[in-house]
């Protein structure tokens, strides 16, 4: 494991209980001895779930599981492990999930259906599940309410600090919470693949309109991160809500279109938008955090297509990790995003800065004032594409030297 | 300037006059002073032209100037300079083109619309065509038929060796010269954009044929390589054909479907092919020359997606500069491709070595034996998806800190 990102917190943020959410960490001997890499979440009968799910055509075993559990909606147990990531494992990958659910079942007294499964690290290595059925039993009698900054650590593989945040929000005057862990992001970390986040919440919400919360959050936060443009195998983002609010005279939500949902929704897609900004902030190497707004563009899609082409741009990446400000390499970015812009309308800032606008280099901008700008660690890049009212914002990191080291010797 | 490629090749191909075609080149002081950095040919009356341009949004005003004058498809003269792309350089950049033109017109004594530029090197400052326009009369009385390996250099920015390739065909029983030059792939150079690839030949051929004879040829070529995915704003490739075999009883063809084209079109795919190979193995700061197959996929559109997504995958071209037998990365940008593929299918190859199949680890498999391999400077990876018969083969070389090292470094 590399030095710890220069962007990690000072302090970790402490989350609250979740009546009805109890968990407890292991170390099941995955992937390396003594290391803590298997988490268990129990739920209280009544717990509904959303996810959102990698897209990838080579999806891992545990994602197909989830994948199909989610139609059902319920929850009861979530069993995740780091060291192994159960992708490209076979039939001898689908079994182990399958073992794994099992053991997860007798373990919190509930159906198989009822247990989600999500498993980080190695692609291509079969998983040797009894090594985690034989710890869940354990683990359930063990499981306590307090257990957050322990389940984040259990989860990470490469990367440096656990990412934790939380919210409270009122549904109808009665304030529920909303807790949240997460790590690395997609395929930031090689071998040790995969954006994992799971989010819990006291609050009583159906599936369908758990998920009509989840879903337009996305695009603000995981969906709007990319650290090397790859996607993994595993990405996986889970949302359980328990419930127990009611007992406090929370309402029983059962459309996403509920107006008692405003204030929740906001919270949720607060603690995923904090998740993911974290998840960039680990981003293997960095130096610099970026933040790429484009605006101006023919649609709010269009403008995170060019977005994410700055922002996955090899060239940019490397530009900002020079600190030089290379406005050129950002022009050429938006040009092969393929979306409609108007080359003698672009106009370009780097922070406050305008360094170039209709078409070419601003009247009064200096080589000085830009280089002077990227020696920050925060770096904001605007881009005006000047066809329309599209925007859209992606956060990414610089690509270093250290970058190329860490995944170039990752194995070896 | 780093150092030459490990793949520079041992001797230059001789390029042999071509009848109707003439050249010189000169220091301009575009960039840095006394740098060879213009090239001016000139084409003899009645040569036809064909091309292919970048598909940037943010396209050069030379691209825009040769995308108008393609569709005519009459050349006299072909003006080339390095140092300045005169790319988002807006009115001025096109009043640029605009000098060069009359420039090159009146020296070459044809009409402006037979005039056709291309600029490489920085992107967004402003280029001063007079002086280029100041040497094209001189260029014009030295111009001389065997200037192949001056002008090939003339084209060069961070190419660390002119590319230079040529064959011969017999068209309906007349021998033909096709010779071509070539600089640097699409954004490998950052600031000094651009690819850039010349063909000349003395056969006689009409726009529209010719233009049917390079189409085609750009799959197998320079739509199929890749350094860092990166898309220029400047890419250009132009071919020219004088017709001065006729006078050796060379056939005029007319139509693209001609069947006496057949050896002269395979003859343009292997200057095309070889140009492009030479631009991957000069790519910054490589050490491995990669070949990525992928078979059996939906289509061969499909088969190039999924090409693509594994040569332009960081993780992959870190895993090869650190020579890692890494196949979950592989497998990884597979699935993120977005195109059909058969997980439990998945067949992929290092070399000779069969390391997965049937979505798994082969039997019999070991590291050590993808490790050896992987040692090696010339890498082929085959990747079979398991679902139709559609193939495609991609270029590219791995990422290495050398090439943060060039990009972060460059302008510093």
């Known amino acids: 494991m590399g030095k710890i990102s220069p962007f990690a917190p000072k302090h970790l943020p402490h989350l609250p209980p979740i009546e009805g959410v109890r968990m407890a960490t292991a170390a ?98 079969p998983l040797d599940a009894s090594k985690i059925a034989a710890k869940l039993g354990d683990l359930a009698d063990q499981a306590k309410p307090d257990a957050y900054e322990a389940a984040a650590r259990a989860i990470m593989t490469t990367d440096t600090f656990p990412k934790l945040a939380t919210r409270k929000a009122e549904i109808d005057g009665v304030e529920v919470t909303i807790n949240g862990i997460a790590k690395g992001a997609g395929m930031i970390a090689p071998d040790m693949a995969t954006m994992l986040a799971f989010l819990f919440t006291d609050a009583a919400i159906e599936p369908g ?141 780097l922070g406050e800065i305008l360094v170039a606008k209709d078409g070419e280099v601003a009247p009064g901008y200096s080589e000085a004032q830009g280089a002077a700008y990227m020696k920050g660690s925060e770096i904001a890049i605007t881009v005006d594409v000047g066809v329309g009212s599209g925007a859209a914002t992606v956060w990414t990191c610089d690509l270093t030297k250290e970058y190329i080291a860490i995944n170039a010797d990752y194995r070896s």
């Not at 919360?213 to 996986?236: K, R, V």
């Not at 996955?312 to 390499?329: C, F, H, M, Q, Y």
């Open 28 to 125: 099941a001997g995955i992937r390396y001895p003594g290391r803590v890499d298997l988490l268990f979440a129990l739920f209280d009968p009544g717990t509904s779930v959303a996810g959102a799910l990698t897209t990838s055509k080579t999806a891992s075993a545990p994602v197909d599981w989830c994948r199909e559990r989610l139609a059902h909606g319920m929850a009861r147990a979530l069993v995740v492990n780091s060291g192994n990531a159960n992708a490209f494992t076979g039939r001898r990958g689908r079994e182990a999930v399958k073992l794994t659910a099992e053991a997860a079942a007798a373990a919190a007294n509930c159906l198989e259906a009822d247990v989600y499964v999500a498993s980080t690290g190695v692609i291509g290595e």
């Open 209 to 349: 309109a758990l998920r009509d919360c989840l879903h337009p959050a996305l695009d603000e936060s995981f969906n709007a991160i990319t650290i090397d443009g790859d996607t993994s195998t595993s990405d996986t983002l889970l949302v359980f809500a328990t419930g127990r609010a009611i007992a406090r005279g929370a309402p029983h939500i059962a459309y996403g279109e509920d107006p008692r949902l405003a204030a929740f929704r906001i919270a949720v897609a607060q603690v995923m938008h904090d998740l993911a900004l974290q998840v960039v902030k680990d981003g293997e190497g960095l130096t610099k955090f970026v933040t790429v707004r484009v605006t101006g563009a023919e649609s709010k899609e269009a403008a995170r297509t060019i977005a994410k082409s700055i922002a996955n741009s090899p060239l940019v990446k490397t530009a900002i990790a020079g600190e030089d400000p290379n406005w050129g390499r950002i022009v050429a970015a938006v040009g092969k995003a393929g979306e409609r812009a108007e080359r003698d309308l672009l106009a370009i800032r």
